[in-house]
Structures are given as C-alpha cells and as structure tokens.
C-alpha cells in the first residue's frame, strides 16, 4: 500500500496547523469552523495556499515534564509522535477514543498551546491507534516512578505544593445514593 501523501496549512497569525491526505480536506474544515462554529472570521486559503510535507514531527507533553523523558513513535511512515512520559496515557486515550475528535474532515489534536492547535487526517489518527504503544511501558513506568520520587521529595522539603484531589465521599452531592453524602 502506498503511503499517502500529507498537505499543510498554518493559520496566519495563530498556532493552528491542518494536516490533510487531501487538500480539500483542510479547506472544509475550516469552512466549517467558519460557518458552522461561528468563527466566521476565519480566511479560508486557496488550494495553492496549502502545501506539501515531507516530515510530521509532532510533541505531545503537558507541564510538569522532564525534557529528555520522551519516546518517539513513527505511527506512519515519515510521521513522528514525540510523547513525553506525562503524555503517554493521555496518546493512548487519543488512540482509542479519536472519532470523538472529529471536526469536519479532520481530527482535532492538542496538548499544550505552546505546541499550537493540530487537526489530523483520519490515516495518522488510525496511525496512532494501530501503533504498538505496550513496547514503551515499561520505560515510561521508570520514567513516571523516578518523577514521582523526585516530586515527593521537594513536596516533603516545601519546596511545592500539589492540589490533593478531593474524595467523592467528601464531595456535596445531592443524591439519594449514600456513596455521595457528605461524612
């Protein structure tokens, strides 16, 4: 089979890139954010506006990471996830659960706004579900323990503070359900 071939677009003066198989697919999806979501200041490029990609180089990382705790994944051929260890849950997610992604012909795909607002074509999200993400685990599990090991111990110093998350029974639901009473 032959791999298909990528086409890009930047939204000018944002951090929003579309990536499509076809080009036609990156100018309906923004004709549907333009008239479908309400954005209708949203430009929408010529067909010569969009151009060729040789190599998708894509991060995925949320705050709190350690820079060289990354594994790297070709879900394509020429089609790279850089996942941070703090994200590698969260790409596994995105695999199983992508078509709740879908905006018009493309997948939406964020993980800090550092890194810009992604859509995707249908053939890397199914890249990312079909990739083989069990071969990382053991590493990103050392990754994760050593991080927690480290957060702890400036926890214990006072150096940080981390939000404890609150316990459903002392959460104020107002059920008949005793399991979300207050004690």
Known sequence: MTQPKYYGYQVPDSGTCLIGTEKDQIVNTLS?????????????PTLEDIFNLGEINITAVFPMAK??????????EKVYFHVNANAFGWMQKVAQDYEKLKR??????????????????????????DYDWKQHEAQVRSWLGQREEVLGDLERKGVIARVKPVPVSATNFDSKDDKYKIN
């Open 67 to 76: 820079v060289d705790d990354n594994i790297s994944a070709e879900v394509r």
């Open 104 to 129: 018009a012909d493309l997948y939406k795909f964020q993980t800090l706004p550092l890194f810009g607002l992604l859509f995707l074509p249908e053939d890397i999200m199914q890249g990312i579900r």
């Open 32 to 44: 549907y954010y333009k008239h479908q979501r309400g954005q209708g200041d949203i430009v929408l």
